[in-house]
């Protein structure tokens, strides 16, 4: 009997964990007799089905989470993606040329002078009032400053001790570039590194501006000769190279290596890297030369800067006899108002307003040209990207130049005599 008890409560315990259909915690128990016992081998099939059954559960829901935790991945990536757009697109509204649809432009900021003054014309026009008094304009007297000479020193004697011991050490040739001012500059500094290195310097050549296109060369504006003989006995010029030095180099001075210098190098620097090259070769060209030699030079260096600008250079006879008929007329027509005058220079070149990224009322067509000058004469200057420009911020500041208009305009706003003489020397 207890035998047989025994076998019936392993059967029931079989029939609960053994049998294939795997109760779960919600099953409930048969109350029918339990079968016999099945053999082993059938219990270890139905414990190897409920595992594999188990295992792919688990893998199924391992399966769902990778899913949804790809689908999150994905989101978020392109949301990554997103964020950098829509800050890019952001700058542009703010900064670009959708900025005027979304705030106003700052007072200032724009040119707006022509339209001013076709508002302003009638008013202008219809003025018939006599003479404004404002003779404030005339209450500040300015100091005219002496002309000092040039100092007294012993550079005559410096350079002439220096040529009779060694002689030359060759020809210095320089390309004087920019405008009159710069190149007057250049033609002083020139002849102080010649001095400087004991060279003969070469006659100037002027660089070929593609604005101005101006062919002039230093005959046509100063006196040639006047020039060389001056220097005479301080610094050795010549018109141009010997045939033996020419000869070398096929005829052609840009055969000559060229040495890029930095800009207002010191003298120290020509005595260390220029001098060298110059007993190498004979001869030495540096182009361009424009604010090449720094202000601060010996004594007797600076005296030849000074005898150039005031003594040497002076300017050719069609120049001159120019500048005497309008100095005349002013005196003339100025006579009548007690000696006053305004005199203006209506400068605004295409070179000037390219390099100031200022805009005007030209529209797409401005801006194409202006960014073809910027590129022909300056490269990727302007394209760098740490420079930035704001051209409203250049006007508001005052970087702008004035156009012809904004120059006449401004001194008859500040001085509307009718008895008042105004000269246009230049336009």
């Given amino acids: 009997m207890a035998i047989n008890t025994a076998i019936a409560m392993k059967a029931k315990a079989h029939n609960v964990n053994g049998n294939n259909g795997c109760l779960s ?49 994905r ?15 952001g700058l542009i ?32 026009a219809a003025d018939n009032s006599t003479a404004i008094e404002l003779s404030s304009v005339w209450k500040f007297k300015r100091r005219l400053k002496m002309q000092r000479p040039c100092p007294n020193s012993t550079a005559r004697q410096h350079f002439a001790m220096n040529e009779e011991s060694s002689g030359p050490n060759g020809y210095l040739i320089i390309e004087a570039n920019g405008g009159l001012n710069q190149q007057r500059s250049a033609i002083c500094n020139a002849v102080a590194l010649a001095g400087l290195l004991n060279a003969i310097l070469v006659i100037p050549h002027f660089e070929f501006n593609s604005v101005w296109r101006d062919p002039s060369e230093f005959r046509d504006i100063y006196d040639e000769d006047y020039f ?20 070398r180099y096929d005829y052609n001075i840009s055969s000559i290596p060229n040495i890029r210098v930095q800009a207002w190098a010191p003298a120290n620097y020509y005595l260390g890297e220029v001098y060298p090259v110059l007993l190498e070769k004979g001869v030495i060209r540096i ?57 203006i220079h209506l400068r605004f070149e295409e070179d000037m307003v390219a390099f100031s990224c200022c805009v005007y009322d030209g529209g797409d067509a401005e801006k194409l040209k202006m960014d073809s000058i910027r590129e022909i004469g300056w490269k ?42 105004m000269e246009w020397p230049m336009a």
């Fill in 75 to 89: 989101w978020n990536i392109r949301y990554l993606l997103l964020l950098p757009l829509l800050y890019i697109s």
């Fill in 287 to 343: 182009a361009p030369f424009a604010n090449r030699l720094a202000m601060s030079v010996p004594p007797h260096i600076q005296l030849l800067r000074c005898m150039a600008n005031y003594k040497a250079l002076r300017f050719s006879s069609p120049i001159s006899t120019l500048a005497h008929k309008l100095v005349d007329r002013m005196i003339e027509k100025s006579s009548r108002t007690g000696g006053k005058y305004v005199s």
């Fill in 228 to 247: 060389i003989a001056t220097l005479e006995g301080h610094v050795k010029v010549v018109k141009e190279l010997p045939d033996e030095v020419m000869e």
């Fill in 380 to 421: 990727r200057k302007f394209k760098r990207k740490d420079r930035v420009i704001i051209p409203g911020l250049n006007r508001i500041e005052g970087k702008c130049p004035l156009t012809p208009l904004e120059g006449a305009k401004q001194p008859d706003a500040t001085w509307r005599q009718k008895n008042g003489v």
């Fill in 93 to 124: 509204m703010c900064v670009g040329p959708f900025s005027a649809l979304l705030q106003p432009s700052l007072p200032g900021s724009v040119y707006r002078s022509h339209e001013l003054f076709a508002k302003l014309w009638p008013d202008i």
């Fill in 25 to 73: 915690e919600g099953s409930t128990e048969s109350n029918s007799p339990s079968p016999p016992p099945s053999p082993r081998r059938h219990l270890q099939t139905g414990i190897s089905q409920c595992r594999r059954r188990i295992r792919s559960k688990v893998q199924a829901h391992f399966r769902r989470e990778n899913l949804t935790a790809g689908i999150f991945l």
